[in-house]
């Protein structure tokens, strides 16, 4: 498949919002509190806006996708994601490697809790992952594509997880926004729309009965709204 790099940096924030990647995991290094943004603000805002809008918060919020979307791919070969990055198992290994390692760290810095300290340490945790993700996904986006961390990212994983349970619970009922199209039969199958995704997915052929794109693994980032020719999708 035939990758464009199209704009992806619609608002300020998916412009700028890398800068908050690079305040945590650099400046946290000095000021340890600046890692309980990631708890307090990026974990828990994740996991609200799945539960009643799927991957939203990977392609409108997330800092580590600005830094892939607005800076890294200008750099990157954009080429095909590998597909062993987006195999189930590689999915599930790295979800457990990542619990297992954030726990037995956050079990740590609670059972030796030496009072003052205590917010520091636990900050440092989310510093340091902050920082191991940079270090990890920046080369891989530079070398495949831009978006190949977000295969299996565990934050992914946990919106994933979060957005099927809203869906069958129905929670998300009224507030699911998905990628729809307005008519399949004026569809020029032109593949912009694949061509440009960052997640590099095929709405064109994958449209279910009510002309919406109802895959886990969209994150709702407009890139194919933008760039279809027709004018034909929207996320509604
Ligand atoms: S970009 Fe638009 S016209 Fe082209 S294949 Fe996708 S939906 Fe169809
Ligand atoms: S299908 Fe469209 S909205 Fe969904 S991730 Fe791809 S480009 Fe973004």
């Known amino acids: 498949m035939k990758n464009i790099k199209a704009n ?10 890398w800068l908050l990647t690079f305040i945590i995991a650099f400046g946290g290094l ?24 799927g991957r939203f ?15 890294l791919l200008k750099y990157s070969k954009n080429g095909e994601i590998p597909k062993g990055f987006k195999n189930i198992a590689t999915i599930i290994v790295v979800f457990i490697i990542f619990a297992c390692v954030l726990g037995s760290r956050v079990f740590k810095v609670f059972s030796n809790f030496s009072g003052l300290d205590l917010w520091d340490k636990f900050g440092f945790i989310f510093v340091t992952t ?48 998905k990628l729809t199209i307005t008519d399949k039969n004026t569809c020029v199958k032109c593949k912009k729309c694949a061509n440009v995704c960052p ?15 109802d895959d886990l693994n969209c994150i709702k980032c407009n890139t194919c709204v933008n760039n279809c020719p027709k004018n034909i999708l929207t996320i509604k």
């Open 130 to 177: 902050y920082l191991v993700v940079l270090l990890i996904s920046t080369p891989l986006a530079l070398f495949f594509a831009p978006r190949v961390w977000c295969q299996f990212c565990p934050m992914g994983t946990i919106q994933k997880l979060f957005g099927k349970f809203g869906q069958i619970t129905k929670i998300s009922n009224n507030t699911n926004k």
């Open 30 to 53: 000095y000021i340890h509190k600046l890692g309980l943004i990631v708890p307090f603000f990026v974990m828990l805002g994740l996991m609200i806006t799945s539960l009643f809008n």
């Open 8 to 17: 992806r940096t619609f608002t300020v924030w998916r412009k700028y919002g």
């Open 199 to 213: 997640m590099q997915l095929e709405p064109y052929l994958n449209f279910n009965e009510e002309n919406q794109f």
């Open 57 to 71: 918060w990977c392609g409108n919020v997330c800092p580590h996708g600005s830094w892939y979307d607005s800076i």
